[in-house]
């Protein structure tokens, strides 16, 4: 009991003996008032009351004023206590208001809660984001059912570890919304205590669906850079595996070649050529495939029109599919100019189309579009593609689709999903190679039995494009003049120079680009053409032509290689003649006679 309680009680003891009191004087009083009654009593005894009287008398008058003096501080003290409880309360209520003020300026949603999770207070932000108007959810709702029911024991643990004192944290929940949607949450709160005791809990609610999906976006980066990354490595082996082996084409049909210009036309041993001719023909166009993947198969870029490639292609490809196909095509307006191997951009195409006709066996429907777009800093689609206007192609069919593993794969080179002989597995990885050949992006989007849509993006240019024919080359008689062939693979360069020699020409051999320019020194004057190799040891072909153009600013070059993008790229550039193994005798001989007489 405090000093106040003390001081009341106290008060009211000495109010009671002050009645006491009272009542004796009274009985003094009537004693007086009947003195005629009581003079038998004798005068000794009236004199005794009288003194009595007036000394009770005195002592009441002194107790009176000593307890109103009393009871007048306790009062005044009453009225002071009440007056700061009011001012205490005043305070509070000011307080509480502040409080709410803050919180509704805050953009985070806060919340109190008691310690059962019955609603306490929240602010406007906390009902907006659960979907909930405050008159739909009252004071003293209680918030855990808004929790995801396979959270809830792990929500009263932590609950519980506060109220014992544990310290708080931010922690993950799942929780939701008014209409059933739920979303990912962090949840920081603290106890509330009041009088060394946890009544409750404050805090706010963080929404972190952007963040997670963010997170979601960059694992799925992660994967594609992955992925290319793989493919590029995979690439790097099979265009140099295919370089080696356009060399070995080379010699074999150059061999041929010249076995075939002495041997009679009756021979029963042609029909022996002819096969190996054939079969260099089926080879070349497994390694062109093999190249086009590893994108370091030269192309020859120029302004295109896509939607004029697509038109072109339209009749074969309604040829190629079968009666139970419906194709749909959908053309934009806008022009769609790009930089731009046509005949690499049709390939492209009916490897689409043949994936397509192969994904739908019993039917369905194919379609190719073509559509404009503008892709900003923040606008990628997919998260990798680089700002820009682009022209996207879209190839869709309705076929059986594909699950995630062979999404992943459907680009690596002889991975197919076809029964053994009926496919290379070279087809979409032939398509990925030209796409980034052309600084394009393609993306996949498969689910099994809902069918598969490619979307090829191909970067546009600013070009008037004239619709152009393709021009014949005629066969050309050999010549006499002396050709500087360099070549650093020496079967390919004996054959050349004997299949060149047949036809008349003068052959000066150089086994690497440093040795053809210290040829070159040595016959200057008779040499009109050079004919190189790309890459070679000690110096490569490009480095070996400047260095003789600079000798002589007239000198003729033809290149011939297997691969090599970036060198390709630049030579076509430059405009330089260029010739991608393995090339036929007939296609060289016409080569070199058209350009000497240029």
Do not use: C, W
Not at 148 to 171: E, F, H, R, V, Y
């Amino acid at each position: 009991m405090n000093d106040e309680k003390k001081s009341n009680y106290q008060l009211l003891h000495e109010s009671e003996l002050m009645r006491q009191r009272i009542r004796e004087l009274e009985s003094l009083l009537y004693a007086a008032n009947h003195a005629d009654d009581r003079q038998v009593l004798g005068s000794d005894q009236t004199e005794q009351d009288e003194a009595i009287l007036r000394r009770s008398n005195i002592e009441l008058e002194k107790m009176v004023r000593e307890r109103t003096e009393a009871l007048q501080e306790a009062n005044q003290n009453l009225r002071e206590e009440l007056a700061q409880r009011k001012q205490a309360e005043e305070r509070h209520r000011e307080s509480e208001a502040r409080f709410r003020e803050l919180a509704e300026l805050l953009p985070q949603p806060v919340f109190e809660m008691d310690v059962e999770g019955n609603l306490m207070y929240g602010n406007s932000k906390a009902f907006s984001m659960l979907g909930y108007l405050p008159i739909d959810m009252g004071i003293g709702q209680n918030t855990l059912e808004m929790i995801k029911p396979d959270g809830l024991d792990q929500t009263m643990a932590k609950i519980k570890n506060m109220i014992a004192g544990g310290t708080s944290s931010g922690n993950k929940y799942t929780l939701t919304r008014k209409n059933g949607e739920t979303f990912p949450a962090v949840i920081y709160s603290s106890p509330i205590i009041r009088n060394g005791k946890t009544v409750g809990f404050r805090g706010i609610i963080i929404d972190i669906t952007d963040q997670e999906r963010s997170e979601t976006e960059k694992r799925d980066i992660e994967i594609q850079l992955r992925q290319a990354q793989k493919l590029e490595a995979v690439g790097t082996l099979a265009g140099g595996i295919a370089h080696d082996f356009n060399n070995i084409l080379t010699a074999i049909v150059a061999s041929a070649s010249l076995m075939q210009r002495s041997m009679d036309e009756t021979s029963p041993l042609r029909r022996h050529l002819d096969r190996i001719f054939t079969a260099t023909e089926r080879a070349t166009t497994l390694t062109q495939s093999i190249l086009a993947y590893s994108r370091k198969q030269p192309g020859k870029p120029t302004p295109v029109k896509l939607n004029q490639i697509i038109e072109n292609l339209h009749i074969l490809i309604t040829r190629l599919i079968p009666e139970n196909i419906e194709l749909k095509t959908s053309l934009t307006k806008e022009d769609l100019t790009i930089m731009a191997d046509a005949g690499q951009i049709e390939q492209l195409m009916l490897n689409l189309v043949a994936n397509a006709v192969d994904a739908m066996s019993a039917g369905g429907d194919m379609i190719i579009k073509s559509e404009f777009a503008a892709v900003g800093e923040s606008e990628s689609p997919f998260g990798y593609i680089k700002p820009g206007n682009y022209a996207i192609l879209t190839v869709a069919d309705s076929g059986i689709g594909m699950d995630a593993n062979t999404r992943e794969r459907v680009f690596e080179p002889f991975f197919t999903t076809k029964e053994v002989g009926k496919g290379t597995g070279l087809g979409l990885a032939m398509v990925y190679g030209i796409v980034k050949q052309h600084d394009g992006f393609i993306n996949i989007s498969s689910e099994p039995n809902h069918g598969t849509t490619f979307k090829i993006y191909l970067p546009l240019i600013n070009a008037n494009v004239k619709a152009g024919a393709y021009q014949d080359m005629k066969t050309q008689n050999g010549g006499k003049e002396t050709i500087l062939l360099i070549e650093d693979d020496t079967d390919v360069r004996k054959l050349l120079k004997e299949m060149l020699g047949s036809f008349g020409y003068d052959v000066i051999e150089a086994i690497d680009g440093k040795d053809g320019v210290e040829k070159f020194l040595g016959s200057q004057n008779d040499i009109r053409l050079l004919l190189t190799d790309v890459m070679m040891p000690r110096k490569n072909g490009k480095e070996a032509y400047d260095e003789i153009k600079k000798i002589r600013s007239d000198i003729k070059v033809i290149f011939i290689s297997g691969y090599s993008a970036a060198a390709t790229r630049e030579l076509l550039d430059e405009g330089l003649n260029y010739l991608a193994k393995p090339v036929s005798p007939r296609e060289l001989l016409s080569k070199i006679r058209k350009v000497l007489d240029e």
